[in-house]
Nanobody
Framework: QVQLVESGGGLVQAGDSLRLSCAAS????????LGWFRQAPGKEREFVAA???????????LYGDSVKGRFSISRDNDKNTMYLQMNSLKPEDTAIYYC??????????????????WGQGTQVTVSS
């Protein structure tokens, strides 16, 4: 059974850093592109970052405008784990963060509808 489990969320102050993890099981991890999305209370789901399955593919990573220069996505195919390093956190980063997996390994997408599997999320709260 496919399962994605996020971890690493918590309560931090503005300017602090967090590293989120997404552990996957039940799928061939190296064949899936991966992404992070977030959703704040009362707002729609927002794309955060994505990374392709193949390391040599041009355009391996993609970031949402609001997190460019602050967040960094990475993956370890040997550990079946994806990471989101979040630096210089702002109160507007407060949301539930979800990881997702897409069976297209050649490119990345900011469209949540293209992803096949989703985790249940981890809460990130940034105080001012």
């Amino acid at each position: 059974q496919v399962q994605l489990v996020e971890s690493g969320g918590g309560l931090v102050q503005a300017g602090d850093s967090l590293r989120l993890s997404c552990a996957a099981s039940g799928l061939t991890f190296s064949r899936y592109s991966l992404g992070w999305f977030r959703q704040a209370p009362g707002k729609e789901r927002e794309f955060v970052a994505a990374i392709a399955a193949i390391g040599w593919v041009v355009g391996r990573t993609l970031y949402g405008d609001s997190v460019k220069g602050r967040f960094s996505i990475s993956r370890d195919n040997d550990k079946n784990t994806m990471y989101l390093q979040m630096n210089s956190l702002k109160p507007e980063d407060t949301a539930i963060y979800y990881c997702a997996a897409e069976s297209g390994p050649w490119s990345v997408s900011n469209n949540g509808g293209e992803y096949d599997y989703w985790g249940q999320g981890t809460q990130v709260t940034v105080s001012s």
